[in-house]
């Protein structure tokens, strides 16, 4: 089975800093990973999604993903924080059966 | 505009009593899911369902119960056999079966059992 570990379970970051969520991922196979978002009693929404073509993935609201092989990881980037970005994000794998696997996730605090 | 509608958003039960999350979908998805969320520990699959009169257990499907006698409809039934129901549900869906696709995702449903 895939497993995905979220490193930092609580992340805190100044307004205009860079952000940067780590994800890491199990797979014997070539995944499809995901990045989502979620904020307070709502569903996920998907940030981005990497499924094979480049490995350096732009989603929305200037988040960004990269995916290394070499490193089995898929950490979300985001150069300068704002406090909208205050949110809990979670790293998910899907292999071709039809499964999607979850991090705990990481909730992001942005300081004024 | 299309997307995953659940319902009801807050639900209350008392210990014993069976209660139906409805989940509906108008993406024309073939897949869909239903996952618990507590905190601390992600989001679990409860069960998925690839095809119309067709699903599977996922991690934690006992005390769980589901139907899918419609494409866009995904109904769970948690039952008094679920010993800690109190949580947050998700309902999802993709387009595609093969797991290509991302998942979608409702609003959610919190059940508090008093």
């Known amino acids: 089975a895939q497993s995905v570990t979220q490193l930092g379970s609580h992340v805190s970051v100044s307004e205009g800093a860079l952000v940067l969520l780590r994800c890491n991922y199990s797979?014997?196979?070539?995944?499809?990973l995901f990045w989502y978002v979620q904020y307070p009693n709502q569903g996920l929404q998907l940030l981005l999604k990497y499924t094979s073509a480049a490995t350096l993935v732009k989603g929305i609201n200037g988040f960004e993903a990269e995916f290394k092989k070499s490193e089995t990881s898929f950490h979300l980037t985001k150069p300068s924080a704002h406090m909208s970005d205050a949110a809990e994000y979670f790293c998910?794998?899907?292999?071709?059966?039809?499964?999607?696997?979850f991090g705990t996730g990481t909730s992001l605090t942005v300081i004024p | 505009d299309g997307g995953i509608t659940q319902s009801p958003k807050y639900l209350f039960r008392k210990e014993g009593q069976n209660v139906t999350l409805s989940c509906e979908q108008n993406?024309?998805?073939?897949?869909m899911y239903w996952y618990r969320q507590d905190p601390g520990q992600g989001l679990r699959l409860i069960y998925y369902s690839q095809i119309v009169n067709d699903f599977q257990k996922g991690d934690i499907a006992e005390g769980y119960s589901v139907s899918r006698e419609k494409k866009e409809s995904f109904p769970l039934t948690v039952t008094s056999a679920q010993k800690n129901p109190t949580a947050f549900y998700l309902c999802a869906s993709s387009i595609f079966a093969g797991g290509t696709g991302e998942l979608f995702f409702g609003e959610g449903s919190r059940l508090t059992v008093l």
């Open positions: 998910a794998v899907s292999d071709t059966g039809n499964q999607f696997y």
């Open positions: 993406l024309n998805h073939d897949a």
């Open positions: 797979s014997s196979v070539p995944p499809y």
